[in-house]
């Protein structure tokens, strides 16, 4: 008697929570759009436990475990799909990444990994740059939190294509949504096509085309509209400098932020920095022919700052909190150098987007450049060339400043330190160690 009750309040409550969850799945898949809305995990016409035999009785206490077993596995599936409703990690979800680096670290380059991906990628360059300016201006560049938060919020809204926020900073101002002026358009190919490429003006816009086509002033209207239509955004900067400052933007529904933080060896970045910058850097030029370095000097600070909030966003990053995980890889450029497709590859398979052939056939054009075809700010690189040629242009004296402001994030990052110039020139020698990140 005691078992056929026992039979009874099992059948009663397992009734009750299946009613439940027809009804929580119900309401979920009516939040989402049709293209979204997940398979339920429940059997086909499924109104009885699947357990449950025609009689409404069990032949055993083993087919009873079996399925309190099933049971449970059915409401996990539904505990996953109430996570899933809250807007983390929808199958087939639209991708935010936000590639993050500092200058001269290669990050136009590795930039191009997601601009070439095609029509379903929305990619802007450096749009902070607008920011900062203007912050830089009102308060000189001394208020940091101002900045971060600036920062973070204009990223939110261009993420959920909304550019009224950036146009506060773009001077001078748009009119009707309109500008000539944002920095670097040409750099994001889906603000060069139709129809964001609106009707060339010659003459008055001329020096505001994109590289391979004229277009007009840009109409963000026209971006936001594109930027919509894109299955993926990305955008790349160089301004954040602590990547904690962007937690708030894991906590919103709406996004599904992948974070890739990209580094370099500060030497290799200061030897760069000294051509590409040469009015800024002249006092490096002065120390690197003077053979001493005032090392309590603002400009040797400086650069340990940078280097001090290069490494603590890394740290952060591979401890992986709640927050961050499953949201964050780090990157060497050096290895990026080396094997530009298995990198390209493995970033790819991290975001959870198709590696296109459209972005394997650009990365096999622009990774063999020729020589003459690498300026400044050219995104074609001979890869196996430019991983090394640092190490001619920066003095052993300067080098050793680095290592010594820098250590910890040469450490954290696998940089090899030099003592003398033969080791600082010999490539035969690597300054690389082998090292994988894991952020899974």
């Given amino acids: 008697m005691r078992n056929k009750y026992t039979i009874f309040l099992v059948f009663i409550v397992a009734l009750v929570i299946i009613e ?40 055993s206490l083993s087919e009873l475990d079996s399925a309190f077993l099933h049971f449970k596995k059915r409401l996990e599936n539904y505990t996953q799909l109430i996570q899933h409703s809250q807007g983390n990690y929808l199958p087939g979800r639209r991708k935010h990444i936000l590639l993050l680096a500092t200058t001269r670290t290669g990050s136009s380059f590795v930039g ?28 000189g560049g001394t208020n940091a939190t101002a900045s971060a938060k600036a920062y973070r919020d204009v990223l ?15 001077t001078p101002s748009p009119q009707d949504h309109i500008t000539p002026s944002l920095f670097r358009r040409e750099s994001s190919s889906s603000l060069c096509e139709d129809p964001v490429c609106t009707p060339f003006v010659k003459k008055v816009f001329e020096r505001y085309h994109c590289k391979t086509r004229r277009c007009g002033p840009l109409n963000l209207t026209l971006a936001s509209e594109s930027c919509h239509q894109k299955e993926h955004r990305a955008i790349k900067t160089v301004r954040v400098r602590q990547l904690e400052t962007l937690r708030p933007l894991t906590e919103d529904p709406r996004l599904d932020v992948k974070f890739i933080q990209l580094v370099r060896d500060p030497r290799a970045v200061l030897a760069s920095r000294m051509v590409a910058f040469s009015a800024k850097y002249k006092n490096w030029k002065k120390w690197a022919m003077d053979r001493e370095v005032p090392i309590d000097d603002e400009e040797v600070k400086k650069l340990k700052g940078n280097c001090e909030n290069i490494r603590m966003s890394a740290e952060v990053g591979l401890k992986q909190p709640p927050w961050l995980r499953r949201r964050y890889m780090l990157v060497r450029y050096e290895d990026i150098a080396r094997y530009p497709m298995q990198k390209a590859a493995e970033m790819y398979r991290f975001t ?9 056939e650009w990365i096999l054009k622009n990774t063999q450049a020729s020589q003459d075809a690498s300026g400044v700010y050219s995104t074609q690189k001979n890869s196996s060339e430019q991983v090394e040629k640092w190490r001619f242009g920066i003095p052993l004296n300067l080098a050793q400043v680095v290592q010594q402001v820098c250590g910890p994030a040469m450490k954290l990052f696998g940089y090899k330190f030099v003592y003398d110039q033969q080791t600082l020139t010999d490539k035969s020698i690597s300054l690389l160690e082998e090292k994988t990140f894991h952020f899974t």
Avoid at 30 to 59: C, H, I, M, R, W
Avoid at 352 to 360: A, E, H, L, S
């Fill in 112 to 139: 191009e990994f997601f601009n070439q991906q095609g029509n379903n990628m929305f990619y802007l360059f450096e749009p902070l740059w607008h920011v900062e300016k203007i912050l830089t201006l009102k308060t």
């Fill in 20 to 59: 439940k969850e027809n009804n929580i799945i119900s309401r979920v898949s009516d939040k989402l759009t049709p293209k979204q809305t997940p398979q339920t995990p429940l059997e086909p016409n499924a109104s009885v436990p699947v357990f449950l035999k025609q009689n409404g009785s069990y032949s």
């Fill in 156 to 170: 939110q809204q261009l993420f959920l294509c909304d550019f009224q926020l950036l146009e506060n900073f773009i």
């Fill in 352 to 360: 959870g987007i198709p590696f296109t052939p459209q972005v394997k």
